[in-house]
């Protein structure tokens, strides 16, 4: 992880030099020395990628790396701190000639100084020591481990696993049947999940050993060597031992001569079991001939970019097991045979079940069971603990197996990966904000003119793709929603974090003492008392604060203002703030902010506009008991952030009059107002970069506002030039054939909306990039009429709760490109258009709750539909 300090610490200097290079007047040189230092630094940090655990000195060396980037990191926060506070002390034109700024300036001058020595003494210690050479010449250690951990690993897979049966077969039926051309099939999965004891099943299966005249199998690894896999491949070939005699002798090329002679004109299974990178099927693809008679390669990984990247056959991606295999394979491996006592039955399907449905995990606590007692007292103590009888230093596989892929990571990834360990256990994690906080924290790369919240889902399927995190779900656009990680992953998560000190997670009872880690995760049930926490902990260290926890007021105040270069803070919803700590005003590091608000807060201070490096601010507040006399708050000091990318201004937390600034940088935007649209049409422009727009009207009374008002606030749409996705509660769309929104919109919702007879679905029709649209509650639209040509890239149509909607016609070319069709709690609504199921793009129709001729209708005609169709019954 001292990569990523000190890459976090270069960029983060080359931006502070460009933003605020007034604060550093006097010390400009010496932070641009310090900058270089730090490049060059960088140059042993790459050479050493990979062997720290081999050596201790240079895991020692690289950890002194660590700690001295921190603590420049912890210089230069701290001066800029100090020089603001000082500005805001001192009179204008005063604070640059005096005594206590010139004082700063020597203290920080020495402390960078100091902190370039030591930079110099360990970038020279390299030679004393020989950590050059050290940190390069581990190649055959690096493999000897890799193979032990491999030999490891065989005395914990199962020969029989269950829960096998329906991918075995569908595995099969790939190997055996289908295209004559040479083909490469994948088994995907994360690490423990089964994937080589699948694959060695089907090896061994009489089908397949029948089908195929030649077969081998090799086992490849992270530090794999070309001439040793094509050496143990042409080791399993049928060739008489006297033309073996010079195998070991041969080149790569030579090797890869032999063995494609010698699987010429034969139909040939090759197994190549867990390979980590594409080069590996680069490297050896020539030696494999297509004799168009069936030959397959079968490799696993736990990268889809290897599956992809060796064949355009989709890769089998291996499910987790469910709760009976689970319980099956754990029976099976503690009593071998024998039959589980009645007693025990319900305790062991609780500790199966905290396995998660990874094989792995339940092979290696079965077989640590299998040896114990088998007593209710005994295995109660499993519970809760199962992660840590697993991971327990005295036997180690499971984390060594898992952390391979960590370890395998680019070092672009490993700061994002660890980062999932901040989140409680079984968290569904929201990847918005799991985005909005890897940006935050400054892990995301600039990559060319690609906005930074792509990057990041980039980053995020990356991981997804290398089997480390799950798709919890995904959005109708296809996009990711929600995301997860195993425990067992969590926890090396947390293990490696601590070490690193990147992250510390605390619990009401597991503090102890020195805490240094950069970013503190508050977890626990009850009320966590934060005051204990200062007693063990150096505030200055600290950048990020996410608490999942309940705190008092009192305590938090008292707690957050000892950490004031801190870059994130996460207060999530269970932490109701009857006041704002006055601290956060102060914290101008501040890059991340989540704040819940009650109701007796009606003032956000304007001295948040102090806050000039916030990138993302979520303010929540209380449930709003009455829509005509709302809790009006002020929030203009907001407005002044020009940094701010992401604005969520949810529950009665209306837009300022007369806005002064532009936030050029503003990407999203939530809010709720108490405006009525004429007044809010004027103040959009000051927004004119905004991607995602979510507007909520409070007052109801707007629908009988005159039609001109809400033609205004749909021009005023039109200066966003780059708006993509629009949310709109409560508006009215008038009938006019003048009024349209922005040809832009890709996403558009309208929720409690009235859709004027005649002139609503005719606007919503002209929108020629439109893919996804939503109509929730919307009024008084009696008949939809789709005309043709109309929304030609439309894919997602969500019609829920119209209760208005009598009829629907559809017209012969539009919706053409519908792939998913939802109708929810459409009353009236007694027939669907037959168009409709002409569509030939058209994937899934769920029609819920419908009414009684509607259902019966679908449900005659439901064999003749070429889509999937769902159909919930009325209640």
């Known amino acids: 992880m001292a990569d990523h300090v000190v890459n976090s610490l270069v960029e983060y200097l080359s931006q502070q030099l460009e933003k605020e290079a007034n604060f550093f007047g006097g010390v400009e040189d010496q932070v641009k020395s310090l900058h270089r230092e730090l490049r060059l630094i960088n140059i042993f940090l790459e050479s050493s990628v990979g062997k720290r655990n081999e050596h201790p000195i240079v895991k020692e060396v690289v950890g002194q790396i660590r700690e001295v980037a921190y603590e420049a990191e912890d210089v230069i926060d701290t001066f800029i701190l100090k020089v603001a506070e000082h500005k805001k002390r001192s009179l204008m034109g005063r604070m640059l000639s005096s005594p206590m700024h010139a004082k700063m300036l020597r203290d920080v001058g020495r402390k960078i100084a100091r902190i370039k020595n030591e930079i110099n003494e360990i970038y020279n210690n390299r030679e004393r020591y020989g950590i050059i050479e050290r940190a390069t010449e581990s190649v055959d250690a690096a493999a000897a481990a890799a193979e032990a951990l491999h030999k490891r690993r065989r005395e914990v897979e199962e020969d029989d696993v269950v829960g096998f049966v329906d991918d075995s077969s569908t595995v099969v039926e790939q190997l055996i049947e289908g295209d004559r051309k040479f083909d490469v099939i994948s088994i995907i999965g994360m690490g423990g999940l089964g994937k080589t004891t699948l694959a060695r099943k089907i090896y061994n299966n009489v089908c397949v050993k029948r089908h195929f005249q030649c077969c081998a199998w090799v086992y490849v690894s992270q530090d794999f060597r070309t001439r040793e896999l094509l050496l143990k491949i042409l080791k399993e070939m049928p060739i008489p031992d006297q033309r073996r005699t010079l195998e070991d002798q041969l080149g790569v090329d030579e090797l890869k001569e032999k063995l494609f002679k010698c699987l010429l004109r034969k139909r040939y299974l090759i197994v190549m079991d867990d390979i980590w990178n594409t080069e590996v099927w680069d490297e050896v693809r020539s030696a494999f001939p297509d004799n168009m008679n069936g030959s397959r390669i079968l490799i696993t990984s736990r990268i889809k970019e290897v599956a992809s990247h060796a064949s355009s056959t989709p890769p089998y991606f291996l499910p987790f097991l469910d709760k009976d295999e689970s319980w099956e394979l754990f029976r099976k491996k503690v009593f071998r045979g024998r039959t589980c006592p009645p007693e025990l039955a319900t305790l062991g399907r609780k500790i199966a079940d905290d396995c998660r449905g990874l094989p792995l995990s339940i092979v290696v606590l079965g077989g640590l069971l299998a040896n114990k007692e088998k007593t209710y007292r005994e295995w109660s103590k499993l519970i809760g603990n199962v992660n840590w009888f697993l991971t327990d230093q005295a036997n180690p596989i499971c984390k060594d197996i898992l952390a391979l892929s960590y370890t395998n990571l680019p070092r672009r990834l490993q700061p994002c990966f660890l980062y999932f360990g901040v989140y409680p256990e079984d968290f569904g994690i929201p990847v918005r904000q799991l985005i909005q906080l890897w940006t935050a924290e400054g892990f995301i790369q600039h990559t060319g003119n690609r906005s930074i919240e792509d990057v990041a889902e980039d980053y995020l399927e990356e991981l997804i793709d290398r089997s480390l995190i799950q798709v919890g779900s995904r959005a109708t656009d296809g996009g990711l929603k929600r995301c997860r990680i195993h425990d067992l992953l969590r926890d090396l998560c947390i293990s490696e974090s601590k070490e690193d000190k990147f992250l510390e997670l605390l619990r009401a009872g597991n503090l102890s003492f020195p805490i240094k880690s950069r970013r503190l995760s508050f977890h626990g049930d009850g009320s966590f008392p934060l005051y204990n926490v200062l007693n063990f902990f150096d505030p200055p260290c600290a950048r990020s604060l996410l608490l999942f926890c309940k705190v008092k007021d009192r305590d938090l105040n008292l707690f957050v203002e000892n950490f004031k270069l801190i870059r994130v803070l996460n207060l999530e919803r269970c932490i109701v703030l009857h006041s704002i700590p006055k601290s956060i005003e102060t914290m101008i590091h501040l890059r991340y902010l989540r704040i819940t608000l009650s109701e007796s807060v009606s003032v956000i201070p304007d001295s948040f506009g102090n806050l000039r490096n916030l990138e993302t601010l979520v303010i929540e507040g209380g449930h709003l008991e009455d829509e005509y006399h709302p809790v009006i708050r002020r929030v203009s000091g907001i407005f002044k952030l020009q940094r701010l990318r ?211 209708m679908l449900r005659e005609l439901q064999m003749t539909f070429r889509c999937k169709l769902v159909i919930g019954s009325a209640h």
Not at 703 to 731: C, G, M, P, R, W
Request: glycine share 4%; hydrophobic share 40%.
């Open 646 to 856: 992401n604005l969520y201004l949810k529950e009665l937390l209306p837009l300022p009059y007369h806005l002064d600034e532009v936030l050029w940088n503003l990407q999203v935007l939530s809010t709720s107002t108490c405006w009525y649209v004429g007044e809010l049409a004027g103040e959009l422009d000051k927004f004119p970069c905004v991607r995602e727009l979510e507007i909520k009207f409070i007052y109801k009374g707007l629908f009988f506002e005159d039609d001109n008002k809400a033609v205004h606030f749909l021009e005023s749409l039109h200066h966003l030039h780059y708006l993509q996705k629009l949310t709109i509660d409560a508006f009215t769309i008038p009938p006019s054939d003048s009024i349209s929104f922005p040809l832009t919109i890709t996403h558009l919702t309208l929720e409690n909306t009235r859709l004027a007879e005649g002139g609503g679905m005719i606007v919503l029709g002209n929108l020629p990039n439109l893919r996804i649209l939503k109509l929730e509650e919307c009024y008084d639209i009696r008949n939809l009429h789709v005309f043709g040509d109309s929304v030609p890239r439309l894919e997602v149509l969500e019609l829920r709760r119209l209760n208005d909607v009598k009829e629907w016609k559809q017209e012969e070319g539009a919706m053409t490109c519908l792939r998913y069709l939802v109708i929810e709690s459409c009353r009236e609504l007694t027939m669907l258009p037959p168009e409709l199921w002409s569509l030939t793009a058209l994937q899934k129709v769920e029609v819920l709750h419908p009414n009684s001729e509607l259902e019966q």
